[in-house]
Each structure stands twice: as structure tokens, then as C-alpha cells.
């Protein structure tokens, strides 16, 4: 009886599932899920992820001015650009919300085949944009309703593959698996800025206006398909159901959660809100200022870049590794002190980065390194105090809120104040990030109780 129980459970998944998850269910019937696989999962969907918005975030700066906004001087047209840049974060805790519901209502596999799609199909959608030559003011229109659904379709992204993996972590270990989630971020901007970089180095200008720009867009659906088959093949199987089930991951109404856990929600937010102050300073920001007030070639610092994303990875590794030796809160803290001195630096030698090829090299090398060891450890600092029945709906929210106080509008104020009051005011600004994750660890002492 309980048999057959089984088989007309499963039956039932796969009638109500979508046609790309019954293909993933029948070819990993009876698959029993690894650790290192649920890890390979989680890079490949973030890595994925992180590519469609550094492709958004560096054509911010290299395209939309001259593409969409030629009626306006570059400066106003980046500046314009980041304000759409901005849309998706805003949009972002909503997507959330709408793809919790599809999520009860219609199954994970549901979620996350709509909301990929709808990530890779807005973000491919991009590329075939008319220039505001072509069709005027409505051009912009439809550039600022692709990145609202792209930060809608984010927000559905969340498959729990990176909370199933802290759960199931082992206790002398948790940082280390805690870190590789975030790996995906400095893989998804090296594919993006090797990319970008591969043709401005090899297009003339004209060319990249006219289409080189337009291919890293059209790529980002191939990708979004990959990394849709690489989580579906783990999401769709029996024994994935049963280890969520176990832990009781489920979602809950975001309206419920709220009622439960606003403080929670809000110092799981602050907590990373160093690192995420410090992501766009190092990847988006650069970019802009150098293109807006110096000769040196963009093809040649997205390499710089590149390179930066590379000891990234090295400190994101090294994070999980300190982390496990004094505890991820201790990590957190010193991480945050670091970003602190590395903002008073830029406050007090702020042309070194503005006018040193050497100095700026050395500005964003040593800002990826802080970045690694900082948004490492960031993943679901606070979510344990959730407990299992909000951690799933929980990690995705406040992991939203804290890219919209931290990272959304970053590129945006940092262009604005520094050409108002000159470079040493982005020092004070990521001054203030790294103040309010001290003040929140300060306040949230959950994380020494764990680890």
C-alpha cells in the first residue's frame, strides 16, 4: 500500500510539473543527491544569475549613454542608466513574493523553470532593443520594463539548494560550506567582463555600438537554459523532496514571515551590508568613473577586473577556512573592520585611485580581496534564528533587502556624490556600510550561538 502510495504521489508530481522538470524527473528516477552536487548546483545557478546582471550593470556604462540616452552628455547618461540599473533591486523583493506563491501552489520545479526563463528571456530580449534613434523615448521605456523583470525573475531564482547545503553542512564546516554558494558572484562577472572586454578590444567603437554589445545580452538565455538543467536534475528528484521536507524548507507567505520576524529580516539585511556596499564599488563604479574622466582603456581595466575576480574566488575560499577556525560572526566582524580601514584609506588617498593606473590596479585588486572575505561568509548570517519553517522564504528576502540598502542604488550615489564632491565622498559612503554591519553584528549575537 505505502507502494503504491509512492508511485501515485510521484505520478501526480510529474502530471502538475512543467515538461523540462518531467524530463529531469525520469532521468534521475531514484537519484540519491550528493553534497557535492547539491554544491555544483548552487554555483552554476548563481554563477548564471550574477552573469545576466554585471552584462546589465557594465552596459550601464559602455552602451545605454551613447544607445539609449544620446540626447543628454555621457555623464547624465550613465548616471540615467544607473537608475534603471536600480529598478531590478527595487523590483526584486517582489518577484520574491509572487514566486513564493507559485512555488506553494504549483512546486519548485514550476518556480524556478518560470522565473529562469523569465530571467534569461528579458535579459535576451535586451539584445534585439531598438536604439532611441530608432523609436525615440519608448526605447527607454522598454529597457526600464526588461530590468524590472529581471529583478521579478531573481527573485523567483531562489531554489534553497544553498540553505539544504548550510543544513546539512557538518558542524566543523558549516563556513566552508556557507562560502560556496557565493562563488558564483566573481564567476559570473569574469564571464561578463571577458566578454565585454573581448569585443571592445577587437570591434572598433562603431561596431560595438552598432552590435558587438549586443551578443553578451543574447548569450545570457543559452546560459539561464544550462544552469535551469543543472539545478532541475537536482530539484526534480525524489530524494531532493525528502531532504527539504526533512528540514521542513517550504514556502511560507511573505506577509507571515513579516508578522513573525521584522527584526530578524531587518538585521539579517544590515548584517552584509558592508560587503554589498563594497560589490558595485569595486565591479560598476570603476568602470564608470575611469570611462567618464580618463583615457585608459576599458578593454584593458575589465581585464584588471577579471584578474581581481580571480583573488575573489581565492578569498571567498579563504573566508569558509577562517570562518571554521574563529566562528562566522568573528569573521564577519573582522571583514567589516577591513572594508572600514579599506574606506578611510580611499577617504584620505582618494587620488590614488582617481589618477594612477598602478594605484587604481592596486584600489580594485585589494577591494575584490575584501569583497571575497566579506561576501563569503554573508549567506544567511542571520536566517538561523528564523528557524526551519521561515529559513527557506526567509534567506530569500532578506537577501533582497539587503542588496536593495547595500548594492541597488551604490553605482547610482557613488557617480552622483563623487562627481559632485570629488572621490574621497565614496570613502564615506562605503564608510557607512561597513559602520551599520559592525552595528548589526553588534546587535544580533545568533551567530556566535552557532558556530
Known sequence: MRAAADDMSANTSISSSTGLERDAQRAMADHKVAPSEIAMGVVIGRA????????????????????????????????YAFGIFALAFVARPFGTALFMAIDRRHGRGVKLTTALFLLGGSTAAISFLPRYDSIGISAVYLLAALRVMQGLALGGAWDGLASLLALNAPKDRRGWYAMIPQLGAPIGFMVASA??????????????????????????????????????????????ARMMDTDKLSPVPVSELFRSHVKELLLGAFVPLAAFALFHLVTIFPIAWLSLNTDRSTGEFLMVQFSGAIICIGAVAASGLIADQIGRRSTLIMSAGLIGLFAMGSILAPLLFGESAIGQTIYVTTGFMLLGLAYGQSSGAVTARLGNRYRYTGAAVTSDFAWLFGAGFAPLVALYLSEQFGLAIVGVYLLSGAACSLAALFIDRSELRQM
Open 48 to 79: 548564471s544569475e550574477y552573469f545576466d546582471f554585471f552584462v546589465f550593470g557594465i552596459a550601464c556604462v559602455l552602451v545605454f549613454p551613447k544607445v539609449f540616452f544620446p540626447f543628454v552628455d555621457a555623464r547624465t547618461g550613465t548616471l
Open 195 to 240: 566578454l565585454f572586454s573581448f569585443f571592445i578590444v577587437n570591434l572598433s567603437p562603431e561596431d560595438f555600438i552598432d552590435w558587438g554589445w549586443r551578443f553578451p545580452f543574447y548569450c545570457a538565455f543559452t546560459i539561464n537554459v544550462v544552469a535551469l538543467f543543472a539545478r532541475l536534475r537536482l530539484v526534480a528528484t525524489d530524494e531532493f
